[in-house]
Antibody, heavy 125, light 110 residues
Framework: EVQLVQSGAEVNEPGESLKISCKGSGYTFPTYWIAWVRQMPGKGLDWMGIIYPGDSSTRYSPSFQGQVTISADRSISTAYLQWSSLKASDTAIYYC??????????????????WGKGTTVTVSS | QSVLTQPPSASGTPGQRVTISCSGNSSNIGRNTVNWYQQLPGTAPKLLISNSNQRPSGVPDRFSGSKSGTSASLAISGLQSEDEADYYCAAWDDSLNGHVFGTGTKVTVL
Protein backbone atom coordinates (compact mmCIF):
# COMPACT_ATOMS: atom_id res chain seq x y z
CA GLU A 1 0.00 0.00 0.00
CA VAL A 2 1.32 3.42 -0.94
CA GLN A 3 1.52 5.62 2.16
CA LEU A 4 2.91 8.91 3.32
CA VAL A 5 3.36 9.10 7.10
CA GLN A 6 3.87 12.55 8.53
CA SER A 7 5.46 13.52 11.83
CA GLY A 8 3.36 14.49 14.81
CA ALA A 9 1.83 17.77 15.89
CA GLU A 10 4.16 20.56 16.95
CA VAL A 11 3.74 23.47 19.32
CA ASN A 12 6.45 26.09 19.09
CA GLU A 13 7.16 29.68 20.04
CA PRO A 14 7.78 32.48 17.55
CA GLY A 15 11.40 32.63 16.44
CA GLU A 16 12.06 28.92 16.94
CA SER A 17 13.22 26.63 14.17
CA LEU A 18 11.26 23.55 13.10
CA LYS A 19 11.59 20.63 10.71
CA ILE A 20 8.66 18.30 9.97
CA SER A 21 8.86 15.08 8.00
CA CYS A 22 6.99 12.91 5.53
CA LYS A 23 8.04 9.27 5.06
CA GLY A 24 6.97 7.39 1.96
CA SER A 25 6.45 3.66 1.66
CA GLY A 26 5.00 1.17 -0.79
CA TYR A 27 6.53 2.77 -3.88
CA THR A 28 9.88 3.85 -5.31
CA PHE A 29 10.32 7.05 -3.33
CA PRO A 30 13.06 8.73 -5.43
CA THR A 31 11.03 8.60 -8.64
CA TYR A 32 8.03 10.69 -7.59
CA TRP A 33 7.88 14.36 -6.67
CA ILE A 34 6.68 15.25 -3.17
CA ALA A 35 4.64 18.41 -2.65
CA TRP A 36 3.94 20.40 0.50
CA VAL A 37 0.58 22.12 0.95
CA ARG A 38 -0.49 24.50 3.72
CA GLN A 39 -3.98 24.89 5.12
CA MET A 40 -4.42 27.72 7.60
CA PRO A 41 -7.27 27.43 10.12
CA GLY A 42 -10.61 27.56 8.34
CA LYS A 43 -8.98 28.42 5.01
CA GLY A 44 -8.26 26.82 1.65
CA LEU A 45 -5.23 25.01 0.28
CA ASP A 46 -1.95 26.78 -0.51
CA TRP A 47 0.73 25.09 -2.63
CA MET A 48 4.16 25.64 -1.11
CA GLY A 49 6.53 23.75 -3.38
CA ILE A 50 7.79 20.39 -4.58
CA ILE A 51 10.94 18.29 -4.46
CA TYR A 52 12.16 15.40 -6.59
CA PRO A 53 13.95 13.10 -4.15
CA GLY A 54 15.90 11.47 -6.96
CA ASP A 55 18.10 14.53 -7.43
CA SER A 56 16.68 16.98 -4.85
CA SER A 57 15.42 19.39 -7.54
CA THR A 58 12.99 21.82 -5.95
CA ARG A 59 10.43 24.38 -7.05
CA TYR A 60 8.86 26.87 -4.66
CA SER A 61 5.75 28.98 -4.81
CA PRO A 62 6.77 32.66 -4.96
CA SER A 63 4.76 33.12 -1.74
CA PHE A 64 6.95 30.66 0.15
CA GLN A 65 10.34 31.11 -1.53
CA GLY A 66 12.81 32.14 1.16
CA GLN A 67 10.31 31.45 3.94
CA VAL A 68 10.72 27.66 4.14
CA THR A 69 13.15 25.00 2.95
CA ILE A 70 12.08 21.74 1.32
CA SER A 71 14.54 18.87 1.36
CA ALA A 72 14.62 15.07 1.09
CA ASP A 73 16.77 12.10 2.10
CA ARG A 74 16.20 9.40 -0.48
CA SER A 75 18.12 6.85 1.59
CA ILE A 76 15.32 6.86 4.19
CA SER A 77 12.46 7.78 1.83
CA THR A 78 11.71 10.97 3.73
CA ALA A 79 10.94 14.52 2.71
CA TYR A 80 11.17 17.53 5.00
CA LEU A 81 9.74 21.00 5.41
CA GLN A 82 11.63 23.36 7.66
CA TRP A 83 11.53 26.87 9.07
CA SER A 84 14.46 28.79 10.54
CA SER A 85 12.32 31.27 12.45
CA LEU A 86 8.64 30.55 12.97
CA LYS A 87 5.96 33.21 13.03
CA ALA A 88 2.46 33.06 14.47
CA SER A 89 1.15 33.18 10.90
CA ASP A 90 2.80 29.79 10.24
CA THR A 91 0.10 28.17 12.39
CA ALA A 92 -1.55 25.70 10.02
CA ILE A 93 -1.90 22.09 8.95
CA TYR A 94 0.84 21.03 6.54
CA TYR A 95 0.23 18.17 4.14
CA CYS A 96 2.71 16.29 2.00
CA UNK A 97 1.53 14.58 -1.16
CA UNK A 98 3.01 12.27 -3.76
CA UNK A 99 2.99 14.13 -7.03
CA UNK A 100 2.95 13.38 -10.72
CA UNK A 101 4.63 16.27 -12.55
CA UNK A 102 5.68 16.15 -16.17
CA UNK A 103 5.56 18.16 -19.36
CA UNK A 104 4.23 16.69 -22.57
CA UNK A 105 2.97 18.13 -25.86
CA UNK A 106 3.15 21.71 -24.66
CA UNK A 107 1.30 21.35 -21.38
CA UNK A 108 2.10 20.55 -17.79
CA UNK A 109 0.52 17.55 -16.13
CA UNK A 110 0.47 17.88 -12.37
CA UNK A 111 -1.58 16.08 -9.77
CA UNK A 112 -1.20 14.82 -6.21
CA UNK A 113 -2.52 11.29 -5.84
CA UNK A 114 -1.54 10.19 -2.31
CA TRP A 115 -1.64 12.50 0.68
CA GLY A 116 -0.31 12.30 4.20
CA LYS A 117 -2.70 12.89 7.10
CA GLY A 118 -1.16 16.27 7.85
CA THR A 119 1.01 17.79 10.56
CA THR A 120 -0.52 20.50 12.74
CA VAL A 121 1.92 23.27 13.57
CA THR A 122 0.92 25.76 16.26
CA VAL A 123 3.10 28.81 16.82
CA SER A 124 2.25 30.74 19.94
CA SER A 125 4.00 32.48 22.79
CA GLN B 1 -3.84 34.38 -3.24
CA SER B 2 -5.88 31.84 -5.27
CA VAL B 3 -5.87 32.57 -8.97
CA LEU B 4 -8.58 30.02 -9.76
CA THR B 5 -12.10 31.18 -8.86
CA GLN B 6 -14.84 28.88 -7.60
CA PRO B 7 -18.27 29.63 -6.13
CA PRO B 8 -18.06 29.53 -2.32
CA SER B 9 -20.96 27.13 -1.98
CA ALA B 10 -23.23 24.72 -3.83
CA SER B 11 -26.06 22.53 -2.64
CA GLY B 12 -28.56 19.94 -3.71
CA THR B 13 -30.90 17.26 -2.46
CA PRO B 14 -29.98 13.57 -2.53
CA GLY B 15 -30.03 12.25 -6.07
CA GLN B 16 -29.68 15.66 -7.72
CA ARG B 17 -26.85 16.75 -10.00
CA VAL B 18 -24.55 19.51 -8.76
CA THR B 19 -21.98 21.32 -10.89
CA ILE B 20 -19.02 23.34 -9.59
CA SER B 21 -17.22 25.80 -11.86
CA CYS B 22 -13.56 26.82 -11.81
CA SER B 23 -12.43 29.90 -13.70
CA GLY B 24 -8.79 30.55 -14.57
CA ASN B 25 -6.82 32.15 -17.37
CA SER B 26 -4.56 31.39 -20.31
CA SER B 27 -1.57 30.71 -18.05
CA ASN B 28 -3.18 27.94 -16.04
CA ILE B 29 -6.38 26.20 -17.12
CA GLY B 30 -6.02 27.51 -20.66
CA ARG B 31 -2.70 25.73 -21.08
CA ASN B 32 -2.56 22.84 -18.61
CA THR B 33 -4.63 20.03 -17.19
CA VAL B 34 -7.01 20.53 -14.26
CA ASN B 35 -7.41 18.41 -11.15
CA TRP B 36 -10.13 18.27 -8.53
CA TYR B 37 -9.73 17.38 -4.87
CA GLN B 38 -12.34 16.49 -2.27
CA GLN B 39 -11.73 17.35 1.37
CA LEU B 40 -14.11 15.76 3.86
CA PRO B 41 -14.35 17.53 7.24
CA GLY B 42 -11.26 17.00 9.37
CA THR B 43 -9.41 14.93 6.77
CA ALA B 44 -6.68 15.35 4.18
CA PRO B 45 -7.64 16.21 0.60
CA LYS B 46 -8.26 13.33 -1.79
CA LEU B 47 -7.67 13.31 -5.55
CA LEU B 48 -11.00 13.10 -7.33
CA ILE B 49 -10.20 13.97 -10.97
CA SER B 50 -6.80 14.16 -12.66
CA ASN B 51 -5.81 15.38 -16.13
CA SER B 52 -9.10 17.30 -16.42
CA ASN B 53 -11.38 14.27 -16.79
CA GLN B 54 -9.79 11.10 -15.44
CA ARG B 55 -11.04 9.36 -12.33
CA PRO B 56 -8.45 7.55 -10.22
CA SER B 57 -9.24 3.99 -9.26
CA GLY B 58 -11.89 3.88 -6.54
CA VAL B 59 -13.55 7.20 -7.33
CA PRO B 60 -17.25 6.63 -8.16
CA ASP B 61 -18.34 7.43 -11.70
CA ARG B 62 -20.85 9.89 -10.21
CA PHE B 63 -17.95 12.35 -10.33
CA SER B 64 -16.91 13.75 -13.70
CA GLY B 65 -14.66 16.56 -14.85
CA SER B 66 -14.49 18.69 -17.96
CA LYS B 67 -12.49 21.60 -19.31
CA SER B 68 -13.19 24.21 -21.97
CA GLY B 69 -10.91 27.12 -22.69
CA THR B 70 -9.95 28.80 -19.43
CA SER B 71 -12.68 27.17 -17.33
CA ALA B 72 -13.31 23.75 -15.86
CA SER B 73 -16.21 22.02 -14.15
CA LEU B 74 -16.80 19.21 -11.71
CA ALA B 75 -20.17 17.47 -11.85
CA ILE B 76 -21.57 15.27 -9.11
CA SER B 77 -24.54 13.25 -10.28
CA GLY B 78 -26.77 11.29 -7.93
CA LEU B 79 -25.69 13.43 -4.98
CA GLN B 80 -25.24 11.51 -1.73
CA SER B 81 -24.94 12.65 1.87
CA GLU B 82 -21.33 11.49 1.99
CA ASP B 83 -20.50 13.99 -0.77
CA GLU B 84 -20.75 16.85 1.73
CA ALA B 85 -17.25 18.27 1.59
CA ASP B 86 -15.05 21.05 0.29
CA TYR B 87 -13.98 20.73 -3.34
CA TYR B 88 -10.92 22.39 -4.87
CA CYS B 89 -9.83 22.71 -8.47
CA ALA B 90 -6.12 23.06 -9.25
CA ALA B 91 -3.74 23.48 -12.16
CA TRP B 92 -0.15 24.33 -13.01
CA ASP B 93 0.34 28.04 -13.78
CA ASP B 94 3.01 28.85 -16.35
CA SER B 95 3.28 32.53 -15.34
CA LEU B 96 3.75 31.78 -11.65
CA ASN B 97 5.82 28.69 -12.49
CA GLY B 98 3.93 26.87 -9.77
CA HIS B 99 0.79 25.01 -8.91
CA VAL B 100 -2.36 26.91 -7.93
CA PHE B 101 -5.53 25.89 -6.14
CA GLY B 102 -9.01 27.25 -6.54
CA THR B 103 -10.78 29.16 -3.78
CA GLY B 104 -12.78 26.08 -2.80
CA THR B 105 -16.49 25.22 -2.88
CA LYS B 106 -18.42 23.84 0.06
CA VAL B 107 -21.05 21.34 -1.08
CA THR B 108 -24.05 20.85 1.19
CA VAL B 109 -26.55 18.03 0.81
CA LEU B 110 -29.95 19.35 1.86
Amino acid sequence: EVQLVQSGAEVNEPGESLKISCKGSGYTFPTYWIAWVRQMPGKGLDWMGIIYPGDSSTRYSPSFQGQVTISADRSISTAYLQWSSLKASDTAIYYCARTYFYHNSGQFYYYMDVWGKGTTVTVSS
Amino acid sequence: QSVLTQPPSASGTPGQRVTISCSGNSSNIGRNTVNWYQQLPGTAPKLLISNSNQRPSGVPDRFSGSKSGTSASLAISGLQSEDEADYYCAAWDDSLNGHVFGTGTKVTVL
